[in-house]
């Protein structure tokens, strides 16, 4: 009777177990933060957003919600708030032809938005400014030379840790976020903006219901699974 093959280390549930980084808590640093730390190190997406030169694993929602919807087309013209840390520029950039090296197709633009300082992104045009600031709208369209195709928002508040208030928080800067959106679309432009599930989305939903022919609530892949955002894809700017 043949030998039964042995389980080496490196094949037990505790080696498979063993195989993920773990990060001991320091002195000084919160658990909470501890956690935080050792969900990055183990992050494929923070990964390969490391080794695809990606600033951040944000990269990877809009790449899978433009894959599904098509919004970020060779020659579109891109307005992205609060765009740091810069990961969405980067693939607009590169989908909407910013840099004009695909050679026979159209070359967009992308302009990037923030309130902080973003280190330069090769082919976007980034700008400091406050995108609810009085006359925010008008000078977007001056630096874009015209309207937009698409307006774009990854931003999220500052968590205070009380779920129902970054929910309204988060919810306050999609609507603000929309309402840019309506003055700088051009007919038959996109918005996507994060929204966190929390019961204080409907009336956004109704408003771009009004203002857009199609409006799609989706969690990319790249989204965590333990986390409650989503996002809202509204496609067919009425105008």
Known sequence: MAKKPSRGKGTSGRGLRDLRTRVKTARGRKLSSTRWLERQLNDPYVKRAKADGYRGRA?????????????????????????????????????VNALGQKKGKAQGRVLGIDLQEVDPIPGAEIHQLDFMADG?????????????????????????????????????????????????????????AKVLAGGAEGDLQKLLKQKFTRVANVKPPASRADSSEKYVVATGFRG
């Open 136 to 192: 925010a709208d008008e000078r977007v369209k001056e630096w874009l030379g015209g309207k937009a195709d698409v307006v774009m928002s990854d931003m999220a508040a500052a968590a205070s840790g009380h779920k129902q208030t970054d929910h309204l928080r988060i919810m306050a800067l999609c609507e603000a976020a929309a309402h840019l959106a309506f003055d700088v679309l051009d007919e038959g432009g996109t918005f996507i």
């Open 59 to 95: 990269a990877y929602k809009i790449l899978e919600l433009d894959d599904k919807y098509r919004f970020l087309t060779p020659g579109a013209r891109v307005v992205d708030l609060g765009c740091a840390p810069g990961g969405w520029c980067q693939v607009a950039v590169d989908r």
